[in-house]
């Protein structure tokens, strides 16, 4: 009998063994999940002269292949138009606009510029071609004149002047005690949330680029940084391709496109007007809920 149970203890053994070790493989796996890094093709294309139209065909995308954030997203937008994207929090509106610099990679579909898939692009000159005006606004240690400069690097002293003068920032620059050589950041001044945005439009200004994502603040602002704020973000986007990423009723209001995006996708496609004549309509809802106290 002993020798019987003997190889039987040695298969539970192994069983028990053979099960940890596929619990460990599947975290291993898990851990593997994640994204593979952005990469250039060999034979990736210069983006020049662009008009800035931007097409999404199909595209489906998440964080890690668990979960997808977007699932057969579909809409274009012509070259100098501004579209706000609005919907609940979590639904994907900035992802779906990070995908477009090629932040993260998709999985499925195919996102276009001037009929150019963005996969088949130089990284450099898809990124140069495209600007950020962001929530949290990335200023790093140094000069005023350093952070404005890093818009494009080789613009002039003029130029920096000229991209500060149309974002309002000129004037509270001067003012400072070094003007332009103000050191800002941890060793810095201190400057209020409404002076480093300004600061952020002027290097998007200097970088003048074609397509501008746009994330628009929900932090308040008081009302006349504000104004003045709305009033260089609206010149800004003159012109250019613009996704806006939108909180605030005036750019739903004026934008060519309003695009809804909720859980389930895109679910509606138009103009203020337009979709708030849908009674039963998604953006009639989030509009009465969001900003009807406004
Ligand atoms: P909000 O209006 O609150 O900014 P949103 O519509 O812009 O929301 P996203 O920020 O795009 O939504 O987030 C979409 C989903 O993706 C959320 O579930 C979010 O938790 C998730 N997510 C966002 N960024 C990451 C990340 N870097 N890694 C993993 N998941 C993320």
Redesign the pocket.
Same mark, same amino acid.
């Given at each position: 009998v002993k020798m019987f149970m003997e190889p039987i203890k040695r298969l539970v053994s192994f069983n028990e063994q053979f099960q940890k070790g596929m619990a460990g493989f599947q975290r291993f796996t898990e851990l593997m999940a994640i994204k593979t890094e952005i990469k250039e093709n060999e034979d990736a294309k210069k983006l020049e002269n662009i008009k800035g139209n931007i097409k999404y065909s199909n595209v489906s995308f998440?964080?890690?292949h668990h979960?997808k954030?977007?699932t057969g997203i579909n809409f274009s937008i012509n070259a100098g138009e501004t579209v706000a994207?609005v919907?609940?929090?979590?639904?994907? +509106?900035?992802?779906?606009? +990070?995908l477009l610099p090629r932040f993260?990679d998709i999985d499925k579909g195919e996102i276009l510029i001037d009929n150019l898939n963005i996969q088949n692009l130089s990284l450099v000159s898809l990124r140069n071609n495209i600007g950020i005006v962001q929530q949290d606004i990335f200023l790093f240690n140094g000069t005023i004149k350093e952070n404005i400069l890093y818009g494009r690097l080789d613009a002039t002293q003029e130029e920096i002047i000229e991209a500060a003068k149309e974002a309002n920032a000129h004037e509270f620059i001067i003012n400072l005690e070094n003007g332009y050589d103000t050191n800002i950041g941890e060793r810095g001044v201190k400057l209020s949330g409404g002076q480093k945005q300004r600061i952020s439009i002027a290097r998007s200004f200097l970088k003048n680029p074609p397509i501008l994502i746009l994330?628009e603040a929900?932090s308040s602002l008081d009302n006349e940084s504000e104004r003045i704020i709305q009033k260089s973000l609206a010149k800004l986007s003159q012109d250019r391709t613009t996704l806006v990423?939108a909180?605030r009723l005036s750019t739903v209001r004026n934008a060519d496109k309003i695009i809804v995006?909720t859980d389930k996708g895109i679910v509606e496609i138009g103009k203020h007007e337009e979709l708030l004549d849908k009674t039963d309509g998604v953006y009639r809802k989030l509009y009465t809920k969001q900003f009807s106290l406004v």
């Open positions: 998440g964080y890690n979960n954030v977007l994207f919907g609940p929090s979590g639904a994907g +509106k900035s992802t779906l606009c +990070k993260y994330d929900t990423i909180h995006l």
